[in-house]
């Protein structure tokens, strides 16, 4: 990649937009394997020359029963939807989880960013917020947000 020069002009191929998406439908989460759920959450946005992206997600939760923990992650595809080239698995480290304790009523809200790299600069990428549980554990999340930020 060519260095920025005194008074070059930056183009948005250089920088695309940022993108967001939220929802706000309770999801009851009970899967041990990382899924979407039935409302989705997700963006598509475009990689910058650099060919690195920030992805935040954030989101709220209770758990119904103590002991085990929910993770909230993200994947992103080649393409447009998720029927592409899985580029970036969901792990628990990419995305937030609570320590297991709580149990009951007690909503829990946080958030993490994560940077990848190596994406193809120019193309088209889907990113989505999954979720999954550990076992034994019912789950229903109450907010999720993914925000994509290409960087130059």
Do not use: K
């Not at 930056?10 to 990382?34: C, K, M, N, Y």
């Not at 595809?77 to 969901?90: E, F, H, P």
């Not at 297991?100 to 909503?107: M, V, W, Y």
């Not at 076992?135 to 960087?151: E, K």
Request: hydrophobic share 40%.
């Amino acid at each position: 990649m060519p260095d920025i020069g005194i008074g070059d002009q930056i183009t948005t191929a250089w920088w695309p937009a940022a993108v967001e998406d939220e929802d706000a439908t309770d999801l009851v989460v009970t899967s041990t394997a990382f899924i979407p759920g039935t409302s989705p959450c997700d963006v598509t946005f475009t990689a910058s020359r650099t060919g690195r992206a920030a992805v935040c997600v954030a989101g709220n939760w209770t758990q119904a029963s103590a002991g085990n923990r929910i993770f909230i992650s993200y994947e992103v595809y080649l393409g447009t939807s998720a029927a592409g080239t899985l580029v970036r698995s969901a792990r628990s480290g990419f995305g937030i989880s609570d320590n297991g304790a709580t149990g009951g009523s007690l909503e829990q809200g946080w958030g993490n960013m994560t940077m990848i790299e190596g994406l193809t600069p120019g193309a088209t990428y889907f990113a989505r917020v999954v979720h999954m549980t550990e076992a034994g554990t019912t789950s229903t999340v109450t907010h999720r947000r993914i925000i994509v930020f290409p960087l130059p």
